[in-house]
């Protein structure tokens, strides 16, 4: 397969902007009608081009991820802070956003509310345990099997009496955040404090950031967690178009 071609086709659906067939694709490339038809049912096989119903081909969610794995930390900050900043005020939390890679989790980038008089708990920068910290274990829950056992049968520290390391439990929670759509931490990287986190995702391949809020365990009840979780789930919508719009700017 000559790479040449396949970039001329992915150019090519790309530019679109909608599901096109492979006549289209065929007529706008040139390219002989066996290849560029050769080229569409390779690319959607492996998933760098998605058809959505027969005959008819997008840019894939695979090939989307890729471009905003690619983006820098400079580019994905600069196109979540809005959203977290208005969230900050809102919930008078600070909240943190957080990225997957080299098998890790890594908060990249926190915004704090304005209203100096009020307390906050500021999560700092730096990479995060995938077992114990609400941010990494919402990535965790939406990854594939392998990589979650990968975690469960690695070492697992202990930070504080609720860090959970039994990896039955660990693995009932994952189900449980996938379930309920967002993860929580209590007290499980440090006494006092808590936070939740749900997952920023592009389409159906698993998650690559996640958003979350912290705060002391006094405020972040059992309720008040739930009320947080389902808002940063609304909200993780919002940040996920602001990275593929983002990330049109920055490539087109």
């Not at 397969?1 to 040139?30: C, K, S, W, Y």
């Not at 794995?69 to 994905?76: A, H, Y």
């Not at 908060?107 to 307390?119: C, F, G, L, Q, Y």
């Not at 690559?208 to 808002?231: C, L, N, Q, Y």
């Amino acid at each position: 397969m000559h790479l040449d071609r396949l970039m001329t086709v992915l150019e090519n659906v790309a530019i679109a902007g909608r599901a096109v067939t492979a006549p289209e694709v065929q007529q706008a490339t040139g390219l002989p009608r066996p290849t560029c038809y050769r080229l569409l049912q390779t690319m959607a096989k492996h998933r760098l081009l998605d058809e959505p119903e027969p005959g008819r081909y997008l840019v894939g969610e695979r090939l989307v991820r890729l471009a905003l794995l690619g983006q820098s930390d400079v580019d994905v900050c600069q196109a979540a802070a809005p959203a977290l900043k208005e969230a900050a005020n809102q919930f008078g939390e600070a909240m943190f956003l957080s990225r997957y890679r080299n098998k890790g989790v890594e908060i990249i980038h926190v915004e704090t509310p304005k209203d100096a008089a009020r307390s906050f708990v500021h999560p700092g920068l730096g990479f995060r345990p995938m077992h114990a910290c609400s941010c990494s274990k919402v990535i965790a829950a939406f990854a594939e099997d392998g990589f979650r056992e990968e975690i469960l049968a690695g070492p697992m520290r202990s930070y504080t009496p609720n860090t959970k390391q039994n990896p039955e439990a660990l693995r009932a929670e994952f189900a449980s955040i996938r379930q309920a759509g967002f993860a929580e931490c209590v007290e499980e990287i440090e006494v006092g404090v808590s936070s939740v986190a749900a997952p920023i995702r592009i389409g159906n391949i698993g998650a690559t950031f996640s958003i979350g809020a912290t705060g002391p365990v006094r405020r972040f009840t059992t309720k008040r967690r739930i009320e947080i979780g389902h808002d940063l789930c609304m909200l993780a919508d919002k940040v996920a178009l602001a990275l593929q719009m983002h990330g049109v700017t920055q490539t087109g």
